[in-house]
């Protein structure tokens, strides 16, 4: 396939293209991801997280320079809401990662939702397996402005990073359940609007050691440039962490059977969607609507009768 | 799923009012597509290298500086440079009507001054993705 060959020859328009036609759900993206798949694995993902306007772009930002200047190829996905009315979105993340301008080692997309809830969209992660097969050394993905539980990014990054900011609740915000329990580095970010040493101390004061590593407390400025090089610091001490032992190969496990069992959800789906439903489903749809079977029952009847596969 | 159309709302050079490029952008949200605002102060480099990682069909050029002619013909020219002549690329901000056909020449596919209405610009970008 000629996009993906351009792809792995470095070509950006390319890599942009495969990305819309995986966004897109093109007939041909499953093959292209398939003949991707292979150069994939190398880069480390960074998951970025936390409530909405507390920098999230802006630390990307610095961040990338910070990397840029450590001698690492950076990609960025970062993801902005779709509107469930129109299907429109505005994808603003990209004014705060001005900086990089034309920077031949840097790839930056915007990606809107799409009707996908946690905080991603759908096609966040096969963007940043072409960016890694792009050869990008590490890949940041920004979710959605989040709230309290959107946790997703947690079970698809190598590390997640969670940024709060000062003045925005007190220590029992902290003690909830959620986003702040899956944070492998915390950042307490706008350390210039003041208060930031309760909030990191609130935060540390909550981190217990999860195999072998206790979640770091960063606090930067985004906008003053300041705390950027400790907070690389600390992802690279996580990314050194993981790669030491055997957690990296376990969070590999969990992060494919997450997404074996999505695609078999989504394959299942297709399958049963109006076009290919068929005969059987029809019949099962009238017998559940005259009381005849459960839905349950219904489904476990039709999986059933599935023809195996290979 | 249909495809999205995909547009680019950038402001070249160095005025910063941005308040047109911002109905804009909402508009064509409103319309179902996915507008990329990248925000004030770019060089045309910075705008061709965006919309090619983020894909775009089309760029809305905004310049209220006057400096029109320098710049949109600039991004037009680099799109092709790249190999990403495809891109549809139109222009508004205080543009003088005699620019106008100079800038067509040059590429810019439509120029919109003050007061079009919305839905035209809407419907410019809806056949541009086509």
Redo the contacts between chains.
């Keep these: 396939m000629k996009l993906v060959e351009q792809v792995l020859k470095g070509d950006?328009?390319a890599?942009?293209?495969l990305?819309?036609m995986v966004?897109?759900?093109d007939p041909g993206a499953t093959e292209a991801l398939a003949s991707v798949y292979p150069k994939t694995g190398k880069a480390h993902v960074v998951g970025f997280t936390g409530p909405p306007g507390v920098g999230k772009s802006s630390l990307i930002n610095r961040l990338v320079r910070e990397f840029r200047s450590r001698g690492k190829k950076v990609g960025v996905v970062a993801v902005d809401p779709?509107?469930p009315f129109?299907?429109?979105?505005?994808?603003?993340d990209?004014?705060r990662m001005?900086d990089t301008?034309?920077d031949p080692g840097v790839?930056?997309?915007?990606m809107?939702t799409?009707g996908h809830a946690g905080g991603l969209a759908l096609a966040t992660f096969d963007a940043v397996k072409v960016l890694d097969a792009f050869g990008m050394d590490i890949v940041f993905v920004e979710t959605v402005g989040a709230g309290q539980s959107e946790v997703e990014v947690a079970s698809r990054a190598h590390t997640t990073v969670v940024v709060q900011m000062p003045q925005s609740g007190d220590a029992v915000q902290v003690l909830k359940a959620g986003i702040l329990e899956i944070g492998d580095v915390y950042v307490v970010n706008k350390t210039d609007l003041g208060g930031a040493d309760v909030m990191a101390t609130n935060l540390q004061f909550m981190m217990d050691e999860k195999e072998g590593w206790r979640a770091p407390v960063a606090k930067t400025s985004a906008l003053e440039g300041k705390g950027i090089p400790e907070l690389a610091d600390a992802i690279e001490r996580h990314h050194k962490h993981l790669r030491s032992g055997p957690l990296w190969e376990r969070r590999e496990s969990d992060r494919a059977r997450k997404e074996l069992l999505e695609s078999m959800r989504r394959l299942l789906a297709e399958t049963f969607s109006e076009k290919g439903a068929g005969e059987a489903f029809e019949s099962n749809v009238k017998s559940i609507v005259a009381r005849r079977i459960d839905p349950r029952t219904a489904a476990a009847n039709l999986l059933h009768d599935l023809p195996r596969s290979g | 799923m249909p495809k999205k159309i995909r547009v680019l709302i950038a402001k070249p050079g160095l005025d910063g009012h941005d308040r047109g490029a911002k109905v804009v952008a909402r508009a064509l949200r409103d319309a179902g597509m996915e507008v990329i605002y990248t925000g004030l102060r770019q060089t045309p480099e910075d705008i061709v290298e965006a919309a090619i990682q983020e894909d775009v069909d089309a760029i809305g050029l905004s310049c209220l500086s006057g400096a029109h002619m320098a710049l949109f013909p600039g991004v037009v020219k680099l799109l092709k440079k790249r190999g990403a002549g495809d891109i549809v690329v139109a222009g508004g901000g205080i543009i003088p009507d005699e620019d106008i056909p100079k800038l067509k020449k040059a590429g810019i596919q439509a120029v919109f001054g003050p007061g079009t209405p919305l839905t035209e610009i809407v419907q410019f970008f809806r056949n541009a993705a086509k």
């Design positions: 950006k328009r890599v942009a293209k990305i819309s966004e897109d759900d779709t509107s129109t299907g429109g979105a505005v994808l603003g990209r004014i001005a301008g034309t790839f930056i997309r915007s809107a799409r």
